[in-house]
């Protein structure tokens, strides 16, 4: 071979050789001449928080620590840093240690204030602890500043007996045009739609003047007992004879009054002076019949 051939070929095994040689080599550490302090590198789109040894990219705000990612902003043991540890009553804030509580004796702090955690509504017994608008905050709980029966329901006190949007309890809803009666879903009302006169009442699905009615006096279901609720009829001729045993009454301008001089018989029946209210039995109708008599 001649010297002309073998200097062809030794310079294309050169070539060859120099294409397939193995790269250079990261110092340990990435990217950084080896100094861990300094492999802290923010790169954006990287989706894991963490990475494999040797690697130097890291989610976009976290800075690699010996081959983790950290948030150097609010990690304690690497805090503005890597390496750089917070002290025991300490906290990492904005990359800066801080004092975990720097608030005077009996506050917290809250992101940027001081709070009484066992009275502040916003912070009830721990930060963003927030009470409901009908609640106050009493030693860090949460509790009810509605005036009973009324509960706190959905920010607003209610009385869950009557109220049809929390019939029984919070959130019990009582179908369309059904009352809500003793915390229960009751039947429909009778008296939905209906318009009564000046002075009275719907009662029942009737209108009513409560201040004469003596099955309504004075509210629906008030009745003015006329008459003994004893089956024995002498009962009711006893009460028809002796006014003073209240047997008969009337209801005279929303109240249940007895049988008088005042009211003989009727609201408005008044006996004058030397006239007395007496009452006359029939044995054939077995009812009792009111007049002045002199």
Request: glycine share 12%; charged share 15%; proline share 7%.
């Amino acid at each position: 071979m001649s010297k002309k051939h073998f200097y062809f070929y030794a310079l294309i095994l050169f070539f060859f050789s120099s294409c397939y040689a193995e790269p250079p080599q990261k110092k340990d550490g990435g990217d950084t001449g080896g100094d861990p302090k300094l492999d802290e590198i923010l790169i954006n789109d990287y989706p894991n928080d963490n990475i494999t040894e040797g690697e130097s990219v890291c989610p976009y705000g976290y800075v690699n620590c010996e081959g983790i990612c950290v948030d150097i902003r609010s990690d304690p043991e690497n805090c503005g840093g890597c390496y750089n540890v917070c002290p025991p009553d300490n906290i990492c804030y904005n990359g800066v240690c801080v004092n975990s509580n720097p608030c005077p004796y009996g506050y917290t702090l809250c992101g940027e204030t001081c709070v009484d955690v066992l009275t502040d509504h916003e912070n009830c017994g721990g930060c963003g602890k927030k009470c409901l608008a009908c609640e106050g905050c009493t030693q860090g709980i949460c509790l009810s500043i509605c005036a009973p029966p009324q509960i706190c329901c959905n920010n607003y006190c209610t009385d869950t007996m009557t109220d049809p949007y929390n019939c029984g309890g919070c959130n019990i809803i009582c179908p369309e045009g059904v009352p809500c009666i003793n915390g229960t879903c009751g039947p429909t009302d009778p008296c939905a739609g209906v318009e009564c006169g000046w002075r009275e009442i719907c009662c029942n699905g009737e209108c009513v003047n409560p201040m004469f009615d003596s099955n309504n006096c004075g509210y629906c279901g008030n009745v003015c007992p006329w008459g003994s609720s004893s089956p024995d009829p002498d009962e009711n001729r006893m009460g028809c004879l002796n006014l003073s045993l209240g047997v008969y009454n009337l209801c005279c301008g929303g109240s249940c009054i007895p049988v008088s001089n005042r009211a003989c018989g009727d609201c408005r029946s008044r006996c004058n002076s030397g006239s007395t209210c007496v009452g006359e039995w029939d044995e054939g109708t077995a009812t009792c019949t009111f007049y002045c008599a002199y």
